[in-house]
């Protein structure tokens, strides 16, 4: 009896040992990711080419997982689900990933992450004009403090700017849907998330390209800016590519070991550590209202979380509250599966 515990006690210490070194390398691309993005437009003020360097890196490193691991085969792909379907998740995280970058090119990184805090308030406004869902009065409750943070921090925000605030908003408004049409898709088609991410990212940069080519290629080409070591710049580029690709895979992985409701305070966490990362490193001034504002929108996410993670309890008896207690490989799968559907595009 000794010895089993013992067995057990070290299989525990090695999960939680795992899990929380995922969300250390999770918490510091993300947070790297956002500081070097910030520092690269600050002095190379081409957002277009971040993006396109972001999808291009992870285009790369997704398929070189893909091809190393394929747990399993990949799923066959008609074109009308390629257009129908595949297209227009890849045009929503295009515009999701430009409009984020446009924005913390123009405000500091802890108020384009305050702002993107409102995600929730659009999922439940999309879910329910696109999928018809229903949401209890607690999850409307659990919104009020995030609109209300949102606000507080608009109104104090040091380096407020306009154009900056819209990026955020639409960034948001993008990644919202993304969030609530990815469940069509992975209800149609069975599909392993990291492959799910290589396609979508894939057509991100199909779709992308062009723009970038018509618009950054020629400014990069012209007279105007050949002053830049482009040397520095394309190493920048490639790293943070790197960094928003490994934010991805590293928040895939914690996923894949954490309970829904675990894994919504792992991801409120991570939105506070990049603020205050940011704001150590990058020096923004900030107020005491602000940081209130910031809290309390945080805060609220966590709520809502929380809440939707309740509510889907009680809609199906299927689900455990643990991964453990899952004794079936069935039922293992099923909440694997759950988890994917719900959480997939927390991690583009």
């Known amino acids: 009896m000794r010895l089993t515990m013992t067995s057990m006690d070290r299989q525990l210490f090695k999960k939680i040992f795992k899990v929380l070194t995922l969300c250390v390398l999770w918490y510091s691309f993300g947070s790297a ?10 002095e190379f003020p081409y957002p277009q080419s ?25 799923p066959y792909l008609s074109w009308r689900f390629i257009f129908v379907r595949l297209l227009p998740l890849g045009l929503a995280n295009a515009l999701t990933n430009i409009a984020g970058n446009v924005s913390i090119w123009r405000v500091p990184v802890s108020y384009t992450h305050t702002v993107k805090a409102m995600i929730p308030i659009f999922t439940v406004l999309l879910s329910k004009i696109m999928l018809q ?65 290589l396609m979508v990212t894939t057509a991100s940069l199909v779709i992308f390209s062009p723009f970038w080519l018509i618009d950054d290629l020629w400014s990069l ?98 689900l455990p509250t643990h991964l453990e207690k899952v004794s079936s490989t069935h039922g293992r799968k099923l909440v694997q599966n759950t988890l994917q559907r719900d959480d997939l595009l927390v991690l583009v």
């Not at 990711?33 to 600050?42: D, R």
């Not at 971040?50 to 085969?73: D, G, K, R």
């Not at 154009?163 to 088609?189: D, R």
Request: net charge positive; with cysteine.
């Open 33 to 42: 990711s956002s500081i070097v993005s910030k520092t690269l437009v600050q």
């Open 50 to 74: 971040l993006t396109f360097a972001q999808f291009s890196v992870s285009v790369a490193i997704l398929s070189l997982l893909n091809y190393a691991l394929h747990s399993e085969p990949a």
């Open 133 to 197: 869902e229903n949401h209890s009065y607690k999850v409307y409750l659990s919104l009020l403090p995030i609109v209300s943070g949102v606000l507080v921090a608009t109104v104090t925000e040091v380096q407020f700017d306009k154009f900056g605030l819209l990026a955020a908003l639409l960034s948001t408004i993008f990644f919202s849907w993304q969030n609530v049409y990815t469940k069509k898709v992975l209800s149609e088609v069975k599909m392993h998330p990291l492959y799910c991410l």
């Open 221 to 318: 080409t012209s007279t105007h800016s050949r002053g830049y070591n482009y040397s520095n710049v394309v190493l920048l580029l490639i790293i943070c590519g790197i960094l928003k690709c490994g934010q991805s895979v590293f928040a895939f992985s914690v996923l894949s070991l954490m309970t829904p409701t675990s894994y919504s305070v792992a991801n409120s966490s991570k939105r506070i550590v990049i603020i205050a990362v940011s704001i150590m490193f990058l020096k923004n001034p900030v107020t005491y209202a602000n940081v209130f504002g910031m809290a309390l929108a945080t805060l609220g996410v966590f709520c809502y979380n929380k809440i939707k993670f309740q509510a889907r309890l009680q809609e199906t008896s299927v």
